[in-house]
């Protein structure tokens, strides 16, 4: 009975190890600089895309959101804008770039400052051609209040989502794993 | 000496001293300096603007010169 009962324990201890949560929850509470910020490659992007189809979604403003009750559409946008919200800080502190810039070599420095750089630069870019677009669309396609209060509040998210997470990204991708000693 | 030893010997993180292994970042003047006086060694030793040969074909070449 004894060794039966023991097997079972070993057995759920085999099964927890299985899921891989206790190594990732030692590797998360492990002091190493090293594991905490590690390469954000893919996780990133999630929040980029999501915010993008919200957007490009708002902006060709299919039919049946003239028929969707504003109660809806604004505690769907919230409950998104709170995930959002959530997301980008847990991304940027667990990503590369998540520890003090006072604790910086002058490799991080320099990743650092070419992540941001890459980043203001890119949004820049995106702002300003996409407002004159869409000041052209608007006129052009007759928006109504409920639309160009959707585009705009989407464009912010995403601007917002962007400056979050592509530093992260860039940063990420610029990094090769590197061996062990 | 591990990367760990030398990255707190030159005040740098120890990743930057594996990309330095690696090839893959070119440290500023500072750095390139200290880590040659770490070692004692002329910088020239270290760093280089032409690939340095491999550490096997230099041993090679010695053996057959002696």
Redesign the interface.
């Known amino acids: 009975m004894k060794s039966r009962r023991r097997s079972i324990l070993s057995m759920l201890d085999d099964t927890v190890r299985w899921t891989g949560m206790p190594a990732r929850v030692a590797a998360q509470m492990s002091n190493d600089?090293?594991r905490k910020h590690r390469p954000l490659r893919w996780t990133p992007i999630w929040p980029i895309a999501s915010s993008s189809a919200l957007f490009i979604l708002c902006l060709f403003w299919p039919p049946a959101l003239d028929h969707a009750s504003p109660g809806a559409v604004v505690s769907v946008g919230t409950v998104f804008w709170c995930c959002i919200l959530g997301a980008l800080p847990a991304l940027h502190v667990n990503g590369p770039l998540g520890k003090s810039s006072l604790e910086d070599?002058?490799?991080?420095a320099a990743l650092r400052k070419d992540s941001f750089l890459f980043c203001l630069g890119l949004l820049a870019v995106l702002n300003g051609l996409g407002q004159p677009i869409l000041m052209i669309l608007s006129h052009w396609q007759d928006w109504k209040i409920a639309q160009t209060a959707s585009v705009l509040t989407t464009a912010f998210t995403l601007n917002a989502t962007l400056l979050g997470c592509l530093p992260t990204l860039y940063a990420s991708w610029n990094l090769?794993q590197?061996p062990r000693? | 000496m591990s990367r760990r030893q030398l990255a707190e010997a030159v005040g740098v993180n120890n990743q930057t001293i594996g990309y330095l292994e690696r090839g893959d970042y070119k440290p500023s003047l500072e750095l390139a300096l200290k880590i040659a006086r770490h070692f004692g060694v002329a910088v020239e030793m270290l760093f280089s603007l032409e690939r340095f040969e491999p550490i096997a074909m230099t041993l090679k070449r010695t053996g057959e010169d002696k």
């Open positions: 600089p090293d070599d002058e490799r991080e090769e590197l000693e």
